[in-house]
């Protein structure tokens, strides 16, 4: 289910690539001129980000939940902590409680340095196809 | 609000090239109120059975016109950046339809902005999704900043 992002339009906008280890997808979003969204410092624009930190965390559901045809998001809260410079970004996904209608996600995204989050996220999917 | 902040709106809305390349267009402001579009594209897709534009798509929507929102409540430029922003994915929006955001900053302090936005396609009240965000203000003095808005519970940030 790793190629889940592949078949997005959206991720393959991004350009996102994802690698799997185990059961952790880690997925990154190469640096592109577009996705500047402040040319003066220069700085990745945080939607970006937040759109890399949302479709990691569709695709580990994914990957976990393979009856779900696409997990959709009910909501989710992106804290973005630092600026994100001109180059690759990277993110992992952990399910922290998947209940049987809504799971807990949380996502980080990082450069250089993965103790050195440049955004987190916070997400409820929902895990009931039929429901909302 | 000054005419130069609503001069610059167009170039502030889609000048970047993110916004750029993602199509985002300025649509109006009515008061307090901006309102940006996102043109409909297969490219920006998130869910290639629907048709639908990714949620990815909404959040950089929401977060963008956010900022645009704070502008006018400052009403001048100045960098800011989002510190968080919340969405609530309230339906599924429809197939191959552009989105609208609209967001207004509700409360200026002399370092934080805190606006509430919503895409649709045809009427905020029957939103795609809604917002709730705050931006770091970086200007130093801060003075003048929002003298214009209500200060009824004093500064919190």
Redesign the interface.
């Known amino acids: 289910m790793s190629d889940l992002l592949e078949?997005?339009?959206?991720?393959?906008?991004?350009g996102l690539e994802t690698a799997t280890e185990g059961e952790t997808l880690t997925v990154t979003m190469p640096f592109a001129?577009?996705?500047?969204?402040?040319?003066?410092l220069p700085a990745?624009?945080?939607?970006?980000t937040?759109?890399?930190l949302?479709?990691t965390a569709v695709a580990q559901v994914a990957s976990l939940y393979p009856r779900l045809?696409?997990p959709?998001?009910?909501?989710?809260?992106?804290?973005?902590l630092r600026?994100g410079r001109p180059a690759d970004v990277h993110a992992r996904a952990r399910i922290s409680k998947a209940g049987r209608r809504v799971a807990h996600v949380l996502a980080e995204a990082w450069q250089d340095d993965e103790s050195q989050p440049i955004a987190a996220l916070t997400a409820h999917f929902l895990m009931a196809e039929d429901d909302? | 609000m000054t005419s130069s902040i609503l001069d610059i709106l167009p170039q502030l809305a889609a000048g970047a090239a993110h916004t750029h390349a993602l199509g985002f267009i300025y649509d109006s402001v009515d008061g307090d109120r901006v309102r940006i579009r996102a043109p409909w594209r297969e490219d920006l897709v998130g869910d290639p059975d629907t048709g639908v534009l990714s949620g990815g798509l909404v959040t950089t929507l929401l977060d963008h016109v956010g900022g645009l929102a704070v502008w006018i409540a400052l009403g001048r430029f100045e960098p800011i950046a989002t510190l968080d922003l919340r969405v609530d994915y309230m339906r599924a929006a429809a197939g191959r339809r552009d989105l609208i955001a609209e967001a207004r900053c509700y409360r200026l302090t002399r370092s934080i902005a805190f606006v509430r936005a919503w895409a649709f396609e045809d009427s905020p009240d029957d939103p795609v999704a809604a917002a709730q965000s705050a931006y770091m203000l970086t200007s130093d003095g801060g003075r003048g900043l929002g003298a214009n808005l209500k200060r009824e519970h004093g500064e919190r940030a």
């Open positions: 078949r997005l339009p959206y991720a393959r906008f991004l001129q577009k996705l500047i969204g402040n040319p003066i990745l624009h945080g939607g970006a937040a759109a890399l949302e479709l045809r696409l959709r998001p009910i909501n989710v809260t992106v804290a973005y600026t909302h």
